[in-house]
């Protein structure tokens, strides 16, 4: 039951998605007589479907939580889909406060990406681990990802106020620098995209490959040993792992034996395949940007700045700093005080560099200088909204990049 409901979840985003895009479209055309009633009136079908689709994503997590016997947050595919439905709770809370029927064809996309990630990780109940077995799981993990979930709309409105602010038109330096950037961030959600598309493609066609290296660890008296370990691949292996050797590999295009090896000072069995993810994800996304710059016959940016037309840009911004003010104090209290809380209860400390607690400061100190900013230096406009984007981006590799690629005591997070 819980699957079913994530998946109707997904289905009805996306025509909530759909509803929110015919109305910003729809209302150029010439049978359209009264424009604004038009765009209210999608745009409350839309709010009705999102709405729908909040409840059946609420039915996955509590069926999901009474299957597992724990709230389900403890892994990434769990926390993940979690996120998302905060996405879309944070979207609906801003929606009714404003009622920009546009801010859902930016807000909607990010929760639809974040939970189609999601489930590229093992759907499996896991069992709780001794350090996640504490009620302050509940408490932290929650208003944590409550808190970036308001980043989210923030960010969503930011890219909003520049696809419609900057000039697209212009060859003058500074606003190629800002097309530039404008773009960028459009290809790293492209690039995402295309790796949940890749991922679910060779797992469809039932794509596998293993190897089999000599690892080092270290056991419970601190002494090493060297061990057989056995790396899986649902990629086709452009890298493999260093020094490994093949046990099971799918043949794609001819290819039996992986193109090079992962470089020798990347440690760990894991690390070529690492590496593997990002060649294919930065590659699959190269393709989709450049099939749909080629359907759009113009950088994407310019292709969206046509549906920012007759929204004041004012309340934009208005709606980039309000969700960025909600969000801050919550991730505060979850992300830092509770988190600390925690770590103090299961470490014996509440402070210790790791790699998760540091990066989860600097995306406080970096929103903690955009309100600054925001309010002591008056930044508004085009400054605020490159400010929410880029925090944004610093959220999601902390999310990801973090609990994937570097080691530390919040890895179980990325299983």
Known sequence: MSSASLLIAFIVYSLALLGFVIGITGKKSVQVTDPETYVKKWGSIGLTLTIVGFLCHATFFFTRWAEAGHIPTSNMYEFMTFLGMMVVLAFIVVFLIYRTTVLGVFALPVAIIIIAYASVFPHEVQPLIPALQSYWLKIHVTTAALGEAFFAVGFAA????LVQNVNFSSSERKDRREQRGVEFTL???VVVIAFVAAIFSFNGSGYKAVFSSNVIVTDVNNVEQTVKQETTYVLPPLVGPHQAETVQMTPFFGMSEPLFEAPSWMKGANAGRKLNT??????????????LRLIARKPLGAALHPMMKGIDADDIDEIGYRSIAIGYPIFTLGALIFAMIWAHEAWGRFWGWDPKEVWALIVWLFYAAYLHFRLSRGWQGKRSAWLSVIGFLVVM???IGVNLVIAGLHSYSGV
């Open 187 to 189: 290809f790293i959600l």
């Open 397 to 399: 590799f902390t999310l």
């Open 158 to 161: 930011g890219l909003m106020y």
């Open 278 to 291: 990002v060649i294919w994800s930065l590659l699959s996304g190269a393709i989709l940007y450049g099939l």
